[in-house]
């Protein structure tokens, strides 16, 4: 059980702090709640200690016998501040302590997380591009803001990643906390994830069991270390588009396979996590198959065309740039022929690909689960294994793997 102090500064967004306040408490972790004076002018002061269990106070001056201004930033094992507002930003970046959070954020020697959250325009200024990467020099993570609908009719970046995207992120740092480096800037990455469906009629497909989870933590993660992602999304069980990613939305394998080709080119990293269908209906039905005497015995089936294969042989023909890293994914079972990583070792030699993670997959493994883990195959004959914990945490190290290869 790690502590965790929320601090939430004073704006529109402060309302969503209350639902990852909720998510830290649910997990088990002690929260501590501090917000600044105006973050209790759009949320009060006792929805913050119902949901954490704590008193909260904004000034240095409550519980001074318990030197709560030095004591919390202390004894925190993560802090969080969401909504970060520009102001928030700008005190912490010139070392300001004239509220308990600033003060607290002079302590804390534990990894330290924002989530901006403010206007466009606000966002862009030279002030906050300053502040900004004056924090993240020195070792807090500023996440890049979402994209979408702001305050009143504005829309563009600056608005505040979804409560669960930020939770995601926060327990990441807890589980590792050097997982959100800044050293993926300036390259482009195009991620693929979720399953294909394959109809067979207006009612029926071919499909699987991917929920797309390892691949959106992919893109996501990718965006924040500083790369401009695109992500090629089938279907996945309802996740929101992370924040500052790109994404594009299809359904069927030949879909995926147009849509990743289009964007592989000029990419710096193609990570192809979906769970492709190997083969779709030979015909599909204008009307849906009746029972009966109209039902076919059989269903004749075509290969789809190999996406990381296709993939790998466009990097050898010039159609991507001969240093562009392609990864591939592999969920294999063992059976009485061969272990899943002998499997895997042989996709890896027959597809060409640079690195290849294997999961192997089962009943409460891999796939529709939050944690994941498995190995990491290079096409140079290393193998790394890839320890039990978030899909969070193995995107992180396939990141660092991708990383190592692009310098």
Same mark, same amino acid.
């Given at each position: 059980?790690?502590?965790?102090?929320?601090?939430?500064?004073?704006?529109?967004?402060?309302?969503?702090?209350?639902?990852?306040?909720?998510?830290?408490?649910?997990?088990?972790?002690? *929260?501590? *709640?501090?917000?600044?004076?105006?973050? #209790?002018?759009?949320?009060?002061?006792?929805?913050?200690?119902?949901?954490?269990?704590?008193?909260?106070?904004?000034?240095?001056?409550? /519980?001074?016998?318990?030197?709560?201004?030095?004591?919390?930033?202390?004894?925190?094992?993560?802090?969080?501040?969401?909504?970060?507002?520009?102001?928030?930003?700008?005190?912490?970046?010139?070392?300001?302590?004239?509220?308990?959070?600033?003060?607290?954020?002079?302590?804390?020697?534990?990894?330290?997380?924002?989530?901006?959250?403010?206007?466009?325009?606000?966002?862009?200024?030279?002030?906050?591009?300053?502040?900004?990467?004056?924090?993240?020099?020195?070792?807090?993570?500023?996440?890049?803001?979402?994209?979408?609908?702001?305050?009143?009719?504005?829309?563009?970046?600056?608005?505040?990643?979804?409560?669960?995207?930020?939770?995601?992120?926060?327990?990441?740092?807890?589980?590792?906390?050097?997982?959100?480096?800044?050293?993926?800037?300036?390259?482009?990455?195009?991620?693929?994830?979720?399953?294909?469906?394959?109809?067979? /009629?207006?009612?029926?497909?071919?499909?699987?069991?991917?929920?797309?989870?390892?691949?959106?933590?992919?893109?996501?993660?990718?965006?924040?270390?500083?790369?401009?992602?695109?992500?090629?999304?089938?279907?996945?069980?309802?996740?929101?588009?992370?924040?500052?990613?790109?994404?594009?939305?299809?359904?069927?394998?030949?879909?995926?396979?147009?849509?990743?080709?289009?964007?592989?080119?000029?990419?710096?990293? *193609?990570?192809?996590?979906?769970?492709?269908?190997?083969?779709?209906?030979?015909?599909?039905?204008?009307?849906?198959?009746?029972?009966?005497?109209?039902?076919?015995?059989?269903?004749?089936?075509?290969?789809?065309?190999?996406?990381?294969?296709? #993939?790998?042989?466009?990097?050898?023909?010039?159609?991507?740039?001969?240093?562009?890293?392609?990864?591939?994914?592999?969920?294999?079972?063992?059976?009485?022929?061969?272990?899943?990583?002998?499997?895997?070792?042989?996709?890896?030699?027959?597809?060409?690909?640079?690195?290849?993670?294997?999961?192997?997959?089962?009943?409460?493994?891999?796939?529709?689960?939050?944690?994941? /883990?498995?190995?990491?195959?290079?096409?140079?004959?290393?193998?790394?294994?890839?320890?039990?914990?978030?899909?969070?945490?193995?995107?992180?190290?396939?990141?660092?793997?991708?990383?190592?290869?692009?310098?």
């Amino acid at each position: 059980m790690s502590g965790i102090v929320v601090g939430v500064a004073g704006g529109i967004a402060a309302y969503k702090a209350c639902a990852l306040i909720r998510s830290f408490t649910e997990s088990g972790h002690r *929260v501590r *709640v501090i917000p600044t004076e105006a973050a #209790l002018e759009f949320v009060g002061r006792a929805t913050f200690e119902a949901l954490s269990g704590n008193p909260v106070h904004t000034g240095v001056f409550a /519980d001074v016998a318990q030197v709560p201004h030095v004591r919390i930033g202390q004894d925190a094992d993560l802090v969080v501040i969401a909504p970060a507002t520009a102001d928030l930003l700008s005190r912490a970046a010139t070392g300001r302590a004239d509220d308990l959070l600033t003060a607290t954020l002079l302590t804390a020697r534990c990894p330290v997380l924002f989530a901006p959250a403010m206007h466009t325009e606000m966002w862009e200024h030279p002030a906050t591009v300053a502040n900004v990467a004056t924090l993240r020099a020195r070792g807090a993570v500023v996440l890049e803001p979402a994209a979408g609908r702001l305050t009143g009719t504005d829309t563009g970046p600056g608005r505040l990643p979804e409560p669960t995207e930020i939770y995601g992120l926060a327990t990441l740092l807890l589980e590792r906390s050097d997982a959100v480096p800044r050293d993926l800037v300036g390259r482009r990455f195009v991620v693929s994830a979720g399953g294909t469906r394959e109809p067979l /009629d207006p009612v029926r497909f071919l499909g699987n069991r991917s929920s797309g989870k390892q691949g959106y933590a992919i893109a996501r993660l990718a965006a924040q270390r500083g790369a401009s992602v695109t992500l090629v999304a089938a279907h996945t069980a309802g996740l929101a588009d992370p924040a500052a990613v790109e994404v594009v939305h299809v359904s069927t394998a030949e879909q995926l396979r147009v849509a990743v080709n289009k964007h592989a080119a000029g990419a710096d990293a *193609v990570v192809m996590s979906a769970a492709v269908a190997d083969f779709r209906p030979s015909t599909v039905a204008a009307a849906k198959i009746k029972k009966g005497e109209r039902e076919p015995d059989t269903i004749a089936l075509t290969k789809n065309a190999d996406i990381l294969a296709g #993939l790998v042989q466009a990097r050898r023909d010039g159609a991507l740039a001969p240093s562009t890293v392609i990864v591939g994914f592999a969920a294999e079972t063992g059976d009485d022929h061969g272990s899943v990583l002998e499997y895997a070792r042989a996709k890896l030699a027959r597809k060409g690909c640079d690195l290849l993670v294997v999961n192997a997959v089962g009943e409460g493994r891999a796939f529709e689960v939050d944690d994941n /883990d498995g190995w990491l195959l290079a096409a140079d004959g290393t193998q790394t294994p890839l320890e039990f914990g978030s899909k969070a945490l193995m995107s992180s190290r396939v990141l660092d793997a991708v990383a190592g290869q692009l310098s």
